[in-house]
Nanobody, 126 residues
Framework: VQLQASGGGLKQAGDSLRLSCVAS????????MGWFRQAPGKEREFVAA????????LYTDAVKGRFTISRDKAKNTVYLQMSTLKPEDTAVYYC????????????????????WGQGTLVTVSS
């Protein structure tokens, strides 16, 4: 399985940005896909996830109301629409896939994800 993330860039606080992640090879149609991020000097953390079958989503509190995760089944692609960006959103964003069946409350558990993309850098200036 290959996951290819794209869409990162340099933005100002308050701007919007959309990240994309395309999955090729074996897919995650039985499980979920998620976005994680790692800021400089910090550990990787969960951002958002979506269960592929029914579109149920989960978000970390820091992005609720600002970020939206969605998927396009036909394109095997998951998106992260980020709005009202803040400097603290600056990080490398990774998409990941969990091929196992999951319940929504488990989608934020990093260890469940067995496929990872290469990361895309998002920088938000104040």
């Amino acid at each position: 399985v290959q996951l290819q993330a794209s869409g990162g860039g340099l933005k100002q606080a308050g701007d919007s940005l959309r990240l994309s992640c395309v999955a090729s090879g074996r897919t995650f149609h039985s499980g979920a896909m998620g976005w994680f991020r790692q800021a400089p000097g910090k550990e990787r953390e969960f951002v958002a996830a979506i269960r592929w079958t029914d579109g149920i989503t989960l978000y970390t509190d820091a992005v609720k109301g600002r970020f939206t995760i969605s998927r396009d089944k036909a394109k095997n692609t998951v998106y992260l629409q980020m709005s009202t960006l803040k400097p603290e959103d600056t990080a490398v964003y990774y998409c990941a896939g969990d091929r196992s069946r999951t319940i929504p409350s488990n989608m934020g558990t990093m260890s469940r994800y067995d496929g990872w993309g290469q990361g895309t850098l998002v920088t938000v200036s104040s």
